[in-house]
């Protein structure tokens, strides 16, 4: 059975770090790519970054770019999003995906994990 999990969110201050880590598995699991999205309350989910697993070229939205990175485990499928110089806007629910090998777009998803921006 393949699965997707996240880890690592949690309550921080604005202007602070936090870093966020995505585990895949199976037996058979192979993968295109991996990206992270969020979903703030009453908002539509979006997307935040991507890392292309042969290669490693990473993509991020354009809200992001210069304050969040991507980078992952030398074995397996482990993928982290490292978040720095966080903002309330920041606030949402942050879930990791994995596009399959062969799938036609992100076909595993995570549960989501927290994170909270406030003082």
């Known amino acids: 059975q393949v699965q997707v999990v996240e880890s690592g969110g949690g309550l921080v201050q604005p202007g602070g770090s936090l870093r966020l880590s995505c585990a895949a598995s199976?037996?058979?699991?192979?993968?295109?790519?991996m990206g992270w999205f969020r979903q703030a309350p009453g908002k539509d989910r979006e997307f935040v970054g991507s890392?292309?697993?042969?290669?490693?070229?990473?993509y991020y939205a354009d809200s992001v770019k210069g304050r969040f990175s991507i980078s992952r485990a030398r074995a397996g499928y482990t993928m982290y999003l490292q978040m720095n110089n966080l903002t309330p806007e920041d606030t949402a629910v942050y879930y990791c995906a994995a596009h399959r090998t062969g799938a036609s777009g992100y076909d595993v998803w995570g549960q989501g994990t927290q994170v909270t921006v406030s003082s």
């Open positions: 199976g037996r058979t699991f192979s993968a295109y790519a």
């Open positions: 890392m292309r697993w042969s290669g490693g070229t990473t």
